[in-house]
């Protein structure tokens, strides 16, 4: 049974900092791209950074410099060090996991940034 399961959100001051966690199990998590996505009520569901399985990153340009998408193999954990926070990050935060055409998605975790 796959399982992706996040951790680390909560509610922060502007200008905080959180580290959002994604332990996988299930999977052959080396070899899955992973991915951070977000929700923010009534808009849709945006990628935020991802990780390829070489540990190339990407960001979306609202995040660039503030975020740092990294993962541990042998913890088969994915992370988002999330610095700067700005209200505009409020959302629930997705961890994701692709292989191919397969695409895993964790329970969410909830990020609120108060300005």
């Known amino acids: 049974q796959v399982q992706l399961v996040e951790s680390g959100g909560g509610l922060v001051q502007a200008g905080g900092s959180l580290r959002l966690s994604c332990v996988a199990s299930?999977?052959?998590?080396?070899?899955?791209?992973m991915n951070w996505y977000r929700q923010a009520p009534g808009n849709e569901r945006e990628l935020v950074a991802s990780i390829t399985n070489g540990g190339g990153t990407n960001y979306a340009d609202a995040v660039k410099g503030r975020f740092t998408i990294s993962r541990d193999n042998a913890k088969s954990t994915v992370y988002l060090q999330m610095n700067s926070l700005k209200p505009e990050d409020t959302a629930v935060y997705y961890c994701?996991?692709?292989?191919?055409?397969?695409?895993?998605w964790g329970q969410g975790t909830q990020v609120t940034v108060s300005s």
């Open positions: 299930g999977i052959i998590f080396r070899l899955n791209a």
């Open positions: 994701s996991a692709s292989l191919g055409v397969q695409r895993r």
